[in-house]
């Protein structure tokens, strides 16, 4: 597709269970990205990876949560026994990566809106 | 995390006025500073940005003031109009890396 996928678009789940939530960047974009979003805040950093290896996992909250992104294309992100404060939308985006005069512009899917009860 | 500050939360403008948001950072590691715009259930997408070696950078009814000094940065909105109505991110990246630091965000509302 022409922009960044993301699956599903909305997840409800119940306090306990274990959730994935998928994404599908931009054709030839090397750097993938996920965020978090609550409502009426900004996107916090949750992990970037840079091919397929994780750049920098420091934004994820705790053990629960896991990300893999196998062949360097589509990502996983994984949470594991959801709780309550889990409930967010959770972006994904897309950058062409490092080097040369690229600014790594994040391209933005439309989020998977995970409800936990 | 580094922190990035926004404000004002909101913002209720008269078609035609001038929007202004403000941000302030901490951390001189930061090299490039963009702005985002969100509309209900639609992701973030690129505005307008700039690098701390420029003072100010101008697009279309959009300009970027940068204040490298007192590590802060504003987004103007010319001639406000009513499709500007959403909400605005600030944004800093870490020079050498990817990672990008969200502000809060401002609600925007350009009345008619």
């Known amino acids: 597709g022409a922009g960044v996928s993301q699956t599903p678009s909305n997840k409800v789940t119940e306090k306990g269970k274990y959730v994935e939530l998928r994404c599908d960047p931009i054709?030839?974009?090397?750097?993938l990205y996920w965020y978090r979003q609550s409502l009426g805040q900004g996107p916090e950093f949750l992990i970037y990876?840079?091919?397929?290896?994780?750049?920098?996992d420091s934004g994820l909250p705790n053990d629960r949560f896991f990300a893999v992104r196998p062949e360097g294309s589509v990502s996983t992100l994984k949470i594991q026994r959801t709780e309550r404060g889990d409930s967010a939308v959770y972006l994904c985006?897309?950058?062409?990566?490092?080097?040369?005069?690229?600014?790594?512009?994040?391209?933005f899917g439309e989020g998977s809106r995970l409800t936990v009860l | 995390q580094q922190q990035v500050k926004q404000s004002p939360q909101s913002l209720i403008v008269q078609k035609g006025g001038i929007s202004i948001i403000n941000c302030a950072y901490e951390?001189?590691?930061?090299?490039?500073f963009p702005w985002y715009q969100q509309f209900p259930g639609k992701g973030p997408a690129l505005l307008i940005a700039?690098?701390?070696?420029?003072s100010e950078k101008k697009e279309g009814r959009f300009t970027i003031s940068f204040n490298k000094s007192a590590k802060q940065f504003s987004l103007h909105i010319m001639d406000s109009q009513p499709g500007d109505s959403a909400t605005y991110f600030c944004?800093?990246?870490?020079?050498?890396?990817?990672?990008?630091?969200f502000g809060t965000g401002t609600r925007l509302k350009v009345l008619a």
């Open positions: 944004a800093a990246r870490t020079s050498g890396t990817y990672k990008y630091i």
């Open positions: 990876f840079q091919g397929t290896g994780a750049a920098d």
């Open positions: 054709s030839g974009h090397t750097a």
């Open positions: 700039i690098r701390p070696d420029v």
């Open positions: 951390n001189t590691a930061f090299d490039y």
């Open positions: 985006a897309s950058s062409l990566g490092a080097g040369g005069s690229n600014t790594g512009e994040l391209f």
